[in-house]
């Protein structure tokens, strides 16, 4: 495989010239994603933010909703209302999108199809950063199509009042219930931070989609019922002492019927639950900063294939995670420096008994050669006991002009296979065909990517931001349909049979392209209006033309678009997307994946006083049909409404 120069791109940002440049209306977000606390012009990366008074204004029930109204963000969701959804960027699968809460790490080791089950609710939420791109060299495996972090009020340093209490009560169509309360209170010593959340719906009936013995069509409710609570402290022990710890609870319980399978038989339904602890001691001084974390998940699943026989598969997973980190400034130069160890467990009747260590230690630094160029440099030694020693470098670049920022990055990845893309369905008696079939013998992906691209501000307002990615792999893994006799002393399988085998895919090459649009203005005295419009072009392409399950799932063509509007007291809000793939059918089921699809989402408040709104939402407007994953309808145009309030200091 070539390999990217990646000094190639120092000298061509260099050439551009050393002359100090006047900075003027350039985004003054600071963001925690870098590791180093930077400004968005200065990292060298394609980094969007999207904040609280954001979600409390967009048409979105759920975090995944959310995120999908960043452009570049690709949801793959299997129902409404975040009951179970796959987070793609960059086309890379939902594999590789690294999900951190508060900086720490969160992807299940169990499978990545549980790394949207985020246990925060978002009341607690302070802001969301996604970062497109690979950062494996500061946060290790998984970081291959970018960071998604999401940080809390008690762990952000951004307090704005003394106390806020805020909430929403709505109802709605198929007997939904939503309902929400935050508060966060912030003392002379200490901050205090909590958050409860509930959704549920019998859910909306979904007919024709099963073929029985009997060729009849049969119908079925995609139910949701989803719960999430947590809490959280912070105090100052001294005047350079601080400590911060979070607890969370996350239940969810749905119909999962075809949503890992295209079976006649299926009739699944799934209860996970996942308890989320984190703890950081932090020290500060004049010109350091040494914060040491502990993170703790564990996570149960039951799943129901068909009640009709026995079909049960029960998962516990658990999750340790030690984090420290050591900040340096000095002289305009910024040295970080930490190391990480993590522990993984799963006990599965289908998947064995399994566990793994994992450790890396990276180095990172930032500086400014001449006032406008910024320089920031990573490497990470990481170590697992599914791949070994692996080394991981990364190098970002900006150079800022009046109106515009250049900016370039490169760096290499890894991931290591899941638990369930080694062993799954491996201690299963006489496994029907069609069923996926993990392979203990898979070997860790290996990716190296490039991009470059630029930011230009028209005033203090407009933002056009264009970005050209590519990523090139090695040993992709995936699920390629692949016959009994050539799997290989691996399962229990019927002779002659098909199944869906996990295998290690040759060279993989993915290019995009990424452009955005951004408007922000506040109204003095009356309001605000914001504005964005996002496009995604993915090409992805392997060397052997292996046909598989998910490499090839994402979008080619993604835009996606939001509409933000509080004037007085009338909020209107809008967002969509139109999406184009590769089609798909599944006539066991008769189900089919259509190439293209567009749904659009809507909300209109009025406050009866400052803080209390009257609302009205209507999602999928238009009563799209579609679905993101073969056999998984999702819901058809759904009314709510409500109230939602807020009070402080």
């Excluded at 999750?319 to 050591?326: D, I, T």
């Excluded at 009356?526 to 994402?554: C, D, K, M, P, W």
């Amino acid at each position: 495989m070539k390999r990217f120069p990646l000094f190639l791109l120092f000298f061509i940002l260099l050439s551009l010239g050393t002359k100090a440049q006047k900075v003027i209306s350039l985004d003054t977000v600071e963001v925690n994603s870098a590791h180093i606390p930077l400004k968005i012009h200065q990292t060298g990366r394609n980094i969007s933010v999207i904040s609280r008074q954001d979600m409390e204004l967009l048409p979105v029930n759920s975090l995944d909703e959310v995120l999908q109204a960043i452009p570049g963000v690709e949801i793959q969701s299997r129902n409404g209302f975040g009951a179970q959804a796959d987070i793609l960027l960059r086309g890379g699968t939902f594999t590789q999108a690294l999900i951190l809460l508060d900086g720490m790490r969160l992807n299940d080791p169990l499978t990545a199809h549980f790394n949207g089950n985020i246990p925060v609710s978002m009341a607690e939420i302070d802001r969301i950063e996604v970062m497109r791109g690979p950062a494996a060299a500061i946060y290790g495996p998984d970081a291959v199509g970018g960071v998604i972090n999401i940080i809390t009020r008690t762990f952000s340093s951004r307090q704005k009042r003394d106390m806020e209490a805020s909430g929403k009560l709505s109802f709605g169509e198929n007997e939904l219930i939503q309902a929400q309360q935050g508060i966060s209170v912030l003392g002379e010593n200490y901050i205090f931070g909590g958050g409860l959340s509930l959704t549920q719906s019998l859910g909306e009936f979904v007919e024709g989609q099963r073929i029985d013995s009997s060729n009849v069509l049969e119908g079925f409710n995609n139910y949701f019922d989803i719960k999430t609570a947590g809490a959280s402290f912070g105090t100052n022990l001294s005047n350079r002492l601080s400590l911060r710890a979070r607890t969370a609870y996350d239940y969810r319980d749905f119909s999962a019927r075809y949503f890992y399978s295209g079976s006649p038989f299926d009739k699944s339904t799934e209860i996970t639950q996942n308890w989320w602890n984190h703890i950081q001691l932090a020290y500060y001084s004049n010109r350091s900063y040494t914060d040491f974390n502990v993170g703790y998940k564990y996570n149960t699943d039951e799943f129901v294939f068909s009640p009709d026989f026995p079909s049960t598969n029960n998962h516990i997973s658990q999750y340790l995670n030690l984090y420290l980190n050591h900040l340096y400034i000095f002289r305009g130069m910024s040295i970080k420096m930490g190391a990480q160890a993590d522990h993984r467990q799963v006990a599965s009747n289908d998947r064995g008994d399994h566990q793994d260590w994992h450790a890396g230690a990276y180095l990172m630094t930032y500086f400014q050669p001449v006032e406008s160029l910024h320089i920031s440099a990573s490497a990470r030694a990481d170590y697992d006991q599914n791949y070994g020693l692996a080394f991981l470098p990364q190098l970002n670049m900006s150079y800022v002009f009046p109106k515009w920022v250049l900016r370039a990055a490169a760096g290499r990845s890894i991931r290591a296979a899941d638990y369930t893309e080694r062993y799954v369905s491996n201690n299963l008696e006489n496994l029907t065909p069609g069923r996926s079939l993990g392979n203990p013998d898979l070997l860790a992906e290996q990716s190296w990517s490039e991009e470059i691209g630029f930011d230009y501000f028209v005033g203090n307002h407009f933002q056009l931001k264009a970005t050209g990615f590519l990523r090139q792999s090695e040993r992709l893994i995936d699920y390629v349909r692949t016959n009994e006799a050539e799997i290989g002393e691996v399962g229990k399988l019927q002779p002659g049979q098909d199944y869906f085998f996990a295998q290690n895919i040759s060279e993989v090459v993915t290019k995009g392209i990424e452009i955005e649009a951004w408007y922000r203005k506040r109204i003095p005295t009356v309001g605000r209006i914001q504005l964005s419009l996002g496009y995604t072009f993915l090409q992805t392409s392997n060397e052997a033309n292996t046909v598989s399950v998910y490499l090839s799932s994402h979008a080619k063509h993604l835009l996606t678009g939001h509409f933000i509007l509080h004037y007085k007291r009338l909020n209107v809000s809008f967002s969509g997307l139109y999406k184009e793939r590769n089609p798909r059918a599944a006539e066991a089921i008769n189900s089919n994946l259509a190439a293209a699809y567009s749904v659009w989402n809507g909300k209109i408040g009025f406050h009866l006083q400052p803080r209390i709104v009257l609302q009205l939402q209507v999602n999928n407007i238009f009563d799209t049909y579609y679905q993101n994953i073969l056999g998984s309808k999702m819901p058809g145009r759904w009314i709510s409404g409500g109230v939602s309030w807020e009070f402080g200091k």
